[in-house]
């Protein structure tokens, strides 16, 4: 009998902090799918966490608890196939420390991953933009933040992690005014600011008055917005924006809207995918597919282009030289 503790304890502070330089999300993504792993089997088995072995973590186990994760928890197939990918990496660093239970590990990591139905990506119109940035109560101090924070986001197209982590210093104004962030992979950008952005930015970071090292976007009591806190705005003030533009009232506003909002903006000016790529921090071009089979109107430009089903092929030639002489009068 092998117990995973040490394994599990030597996977986050060596594997994953040391060896992989993991970032603190990636590591507290993978302790919560830990936590929900080993809580399932502690209900299913009785045994604590401290006392199981690899044994009790084989693949119908695993299974087991996917299916939980979908059918009791009610997560997504996306949800599942990230905690997947957290387990599989887990059992690939405990093949090398545990050769015994190799015929084990290799059917939990044979364990594939659910094909889900991929939606086509919503995102706001210019009148649903307008709509959306003047929700806010521009005589609440919450109000002036939001509306900074959702006007960066539809410019700039940041993740909310990553708009949640922005510190004041981050923020550069004046010639080549941006913003600075720290992406997935630890990779950084500089994303360009337009002038209105700017101009909303200049005052409220005027009034907002942090020290470099400070939050950009803070609550009340200066502590940093959650993620949770900025899905809530940017959900209530969607719905107060839906009272003046119907259009949004079918429409589930999150954060990541913005985000789509920004690449569609892009892509309809005209902008290369390459560089959309680069602009939203994407690990290659083939991310930005999703926004070419949103845009309808590349598909109705491209429709105008095409002959229409109904013309016979082949160039029209008149059947007699009396019609021939009427047709080139």
Same mark, same amino acid.
């Given at each position: 009998?092998?117990?995973?503790?040490?394994?599990?304890?030597?996977?986050?502070?060596?594997?994953?902090?040391?060896?992989?330089?993991?970032?603190?999300?990636?590591?507290?993504?993978?302790?919560?799918?830990?936590?929900?792993?080993?809580?399932?089997?502690?209900?299913?088995?009785?045994?604590?966490?401290?006392?199981?072995?690899?044994?009790?973590?084989?693949?119908?186990?695993?299974?087991?608890?996917?299916?939980?994760?979908?059918?009791?928890?009610?997560?997504?197939?996306?949800?599942?196939?990230?905690?997947?990918?957290?387990?599989?990496?887990?059992?690939?660093?405990?093949?090398?420390?545990?050769?015994?239970?190799?015929?084990?590990?290799?059917?939990?990591?044979?364990?594939?991953? !659910?094909?889900?139905?991929?939606?086509?990506?919503?995102?706001?119109?210019?009148?649903?933009?307008?709509?959306?940035?003047?929700?806010?109560?521009? *005589?609440?101090?919450?109000?002036?933040?939001?509306?900074?924070?959702?006007?960066?986001?539809?410019?700039?197209?940041?993740?909310?992690?990553?708009?949640?982590?922005?510190?004041?210093?981050?923020?550069?104004?004046?010639?080549?005014?941006?913003?600075?962030?720290?992406?997935?992979?630890?990779?950084?950008?500089?994303?360009?600011?337009?002038?209105?952005?700017?101009?909303?930015?200049?005052?409220?970071?005027?009034?907002?008055?942090?020290?470099?090292?400070?939050?950009?976007?803070?609550?009340?009591?200066?502590?940093?917005?959650?993620?949770?806190?900025?899905?809530?705005?940017?959900?209530?003030?969607?719905?107060?924006?839906?009272?003046?533009?119907?259009?949004?009232?079918? !429409?589930?506003?999150?954060?990541?809207?913005?985000?789509?909002?920004?690449?569609? *903006?892009?892509?309809?000016?005209?902008?290369?995918?390459?560089?959309?790529?680069?602009?939203?921090?994407?690990?290659?071009?083939?991310?930005?597919?999703?926004?070419?089979?949103?845009?309808?109107?590349?598909?109705? !430009?491209?429709?105008?282009?095409?002959?229409?089903?109904?013309?016979?092929?082949?160039?029209?030639?008149?059947?007699? !030289?009396?019609?021939?002489?009427?047709?080139?009068?």
């Amino acid at each position: 009998m092998t117990l995973i503790a040490p394994t599990l304890q030597m996977f986050f502070t060596d594997r994953l902090a040391q060896q992989r330089q993991a970032s603190p999300r990636t590591i507290a993504a993978y302790r919560d799918t830990m936590r929900l792993l080993l809580g399932f089997v502690h209900r299913t088995t009785g045994r604590p966490p401290s006392q199981l072995d690899w044994d009790d973590l084989d693949a119908a186990m695993i299974s087991k608890f996917l299916n939980h994760l979908e059918d009791e928890r009610n997560n997504s197939v996306r949800t599942r196939n990230v905690r997947l990918t957290a387990i599989r990496s887990l059992f690939s660093y405990a093949a090398l420390r545990h050769p015994e239970h190799a015929l084990l590990i290799q059917r939990v990591l044979a364990i594939p991953p !659910k094909r889900f139905d991929k939606r086509v990506v919503t995102y706001l119109t210019p009148p649903e933009i307008d709509a959306l940035i003047a929700a806010p109560d521009q *005589t609440r101090w919450e109000g002036r933040r939001d509306r900074a924070l959702m006007l960066l986001a539809i410019q700039t197209g940041l993740r909310v992690s990553e708009l949640t982590s922005l510190n004041c210093a981050d923020v550069t104004l004046g010639v080549g005014a941006n913003v600075r962030c720290e992406g997935k992979g630890r990779k950084q950008r500089a994303v360009p600011l337009t002038r209105p952005v700017e101009a909303l930015l200049r005052p409220w970071l005027a009034e907002r008055a942090g020290a470099p090292d400070q939050p950009l976007f803070p609550t009340r009591t200066g502590r940093r917005l959650s993620r949770d806190a900025v899905a809530l705005r940017i959900s209530t003030h969607a719905a107060t924006a839906a009272l003046r533009c119907p259009t949004l009232r079918g !429409k589930q506003i999150h954060p990541h809207v913005l985000r789509h909002t920004c690449a569609m *903006t892009l892509l309809q000016a005209g902008v290369d995918t390459s560089v959309i790529a680069l602009w939203l921090g994407h690990a290659g071009v083939r991310s930005t597919d999703a926004y070419l089979h949103a845009d309808i109107s590349i598909k109705e !430009k491209a429709l105008a282009l095409t002959t229409p089903a109904s013309a016979r092929p082949g160039r029209y030639r008149p059947t007699d !030289k009396v019609l021939a002489f009427l047709e080139s009068l």
